[in-house]
């Protein structure tokens, strides 16, 4: 009861700061330890092996929280079974200007254009090395400089750079905040991009002395056509996993009219429904057994577990913290538990896309 006051008391405060201010102080006080603490392992029935990696629990940090890996340790004591850290690009970049990060409390949604702000490959480097004996899964999210003169290059680099201290690999193309970084989803674009991608990492195994997996992050925005050619290009260069999906341009039915004419990236519960649309017709396209993040709209217990059966084989979160705050995760995972022992099972994946052709029906607006 006492950590339940103290954290919407927490969040009534970060609320009265403007959002990026907000994230700071968030991101101090997790690297000064001034953080519930929950075990992560604590509900062996969510425990699962996945891309080769043993997950004690489904539920991981979105990258975009930690883009410069300074608190990944902490985010795993929040309940989390994995960390994301990045987007990560080689140079370190500034990003787009501020303001830039908004609330829509009517809507419990966020949006952004930070454009990739981040300290750089050699600064998230150092970190991830000093933390590596400290176990735990830490995925790194790589990207491309906003100015590069060969955005192919700048994730080939990520993929070389990181090769010895990720966990996995995710290769962000979706972000709506860079300026053409959504056409590397096009056909021809993907290929050249994946085959140099699974190239290097293929190449780096060797050093690494393990294939690191790598996933793709699209867009929810992609038609139905540049699905069917982003599924088919995963399983072609043999990408290990997806991630689906990044922020949303839609705008459809949000009550926060001012701010949501913002420009960037909508994220938080108005994606839900795009997101697990788009995740349930994924799942159908690529089959049973390729592992997909599912994200995009995750605020309550009840909405992780729709994303399961929407065919999600792992789940991500970040924006709904900022309205529902750490207690968040605990609730989810009890949840989880509490599900699958009122069903009979041991198991998520015995659910996992038991509604898949309900959601994958659906009309996206």
Same mark, same amino acid.
């Given at each position: 009861?006492?950590?339940?006051?103290?954290?919407? !008391?927490?969040?009534?405060?970060?609320?009265?700061?403007?959002?990026?201010?907000?994230?700071?102080?968030?991101?101090? *006080?997790?690297?000064?330890?001034?953080?519930?603490?929950?075990?992560? *392992?604590?509900?062996?029935?969510?425990?699962?092996?996945?891309?080769?990696?043993?997950?004690?629990?489904?539920?991981?940090?979105?990258?975009? !929280?930690?883009?410069?890996?300074?608190?990944?340790?902490?985010?795993?004591?929040?309940?989390?079974?994995?960390?994301?850290?990045?987007?990560?690009?080689? =140079?370190?970049?500034?990003?787009?200007?501020?303001?830039?990060?908004?609330?829509?409390?009517?809507?419990?949604?966020?949006?952004?254009?930070?454009? !990739?702000?981040?300290?750089?490959?050699?600064?998230?480097?150092? $970190?991830?090395?000093?933390?590596?004996?400290?176990?735990?899964?830490?995925?790194?999210?790589?990207?491309?400089?906003?100015?590069?003169?060969?955005?192919? *290059?700048?994730?080939?680099?990520?993929? $070389?750079?990181?090769?010895?201290?990720?966990?996995?690999? @995710?290769?962000?193309?979706?972000?709506?905040?860079?300026?053409?970084?959504?056409?590397?989803?096009?056909?021809?674009?993907?290929? *050249?991009?994946?085959?140099?991608?699974?190239?290097? $990492?293929?190449?780096?195994?060797?050093?690494?002395?393990?294939?690191?997996?790598?996933?793709?992050?699209?867009?929810?925005?992609?038609?139905?056509?540049? =699905?069917?050619?982003?599924?088919?290009?995963?399983?072609?260069?043999?990408?290990?996993?997806?991630?689906?999906?990044?922020?949303?341009?839609?705008?459809?039915?949000?009550?926060?009219?001012?701010?949501?004419?913002?420009?960037?990236?909508?994220?938080?519960?108005? =994606?839900?429904?795009?997101?697990?649309?788009?995740?349930?017709? @994924?799942?159908?396209?690529?089959?049973?057994?390729?592992?997909?993040?599912?994200?995009?709209?995750?605020?309550?217990?009840?909405?992780? !577990? @729709?994303?399961?059966?929407?065919?999600? @084989?792992?789940?991500?979160?970040?924006?709904?913290?900022?309205?529902?705050?750490?207690?968040?995760?605990?609730?989810?995972?009890?949840?989880?538990?509490?599900?699958?022992?009122?069903?009979? =099972?041991?198991?998520?994946?015995?659910?996992?896309?038991?509604?898949?052709?309900?959601?994958?029906?659906?009309?996206?607006?």
């Amino acid at each position: 009861m006492i950590t339940s006051l103290a954290s919407r !008391f927490a969040l009534g405060a970060l609320h009265c700061l403007d959002a990026e201010a907000a994230h700071g102080v968030t991101i101090r *006080a997790l690297a000064a330890g001034l953080h519930p603490r929950t075990d992560n *392992a604590r509900y062996k029935s969510l425990a699962q092996t996945v891309l080769g990696l043993d997950f004690p629990n489904p539920l991981g940090m979105a990258a975009g !929280f930690d883009k410069n890996g300074e608190v990944p340790d902490a985010v795993l004591g929040l309940g989390f079974g994995f960390a994301e850290v990045g987007t990560v690009t080689p =140079l370190a970049q500034a990003g787009n200007p501020k303001p830039r990060l908004f609330r829509l409390p009517a809507d419990c949604g966020v949006i952004n254009r930070f454009g !990739f702000n981040n300290e750089g490959h050699a600064a998230l480097l150092a $970190r991830l090395e000093a933390r590596r004996r400290r176990g735990g899964l830490v995925g790194v999210n790589v990207g491309a400089n906003k100015d590069t003169a060969d955005r192919v *290059a700048d994730y080939v680099a990520g993929i $070389r750079t990181f090769a010895a201290v990720a966990s996995y690999f @995710t290769v962000n193309i979706s972000s709506p905040n860079t300026p053409g970084l959504r056409d590397l989803q096009a056909k021809e674009a993907l290929d *050249a991009l994946l085959a140099a991608v699974m190239m290097e $990492r293929d190449r780096g195994a060797v050093a690494a002395g393990r294939k690191v997996p790598v996933l793709l992050k699209i867009a929810p925005d992609v038609s139905s056509e540049g =699905l069917e050619d982003i599924a088919e290009a995963v399983q072609r260069h043999a990408v290990d996993g997806l991630i689906v999906s990044n922020t949303t341009l839609s705008r459809v039915g949000l009550r926060d009219a001012a701010t949501g004419k913002e420009a960037g990236g909508l994220s938080g519960r108005p =994606l839900f429904r795009r997101s697990t649309i788009v995740l349930a017709r @994924t799942r159908k396209l690529v089959g049973p057994d390729l592992p997909i993040i599912g994200v995009g709209g995750i605020d309550s217990p009840e909405a992780a !577990f @729709t994303k399961i059966t929407a065919g999600a @084989t792992l789940l991500q979160l970040y924006s709904a913290l900022v309205f529902k705050g750490p207690q968040l995760v605990t609730d989810i995972l009890a949840h989880l538990d509490t599900e699958l022992r009122r069903r009979g =099972l041991s198991n998520l994946s015995e659910v996992r896309s038991a509604n898949v052709d309900g959601w994958a029906n659906e009309t996206l607006d």
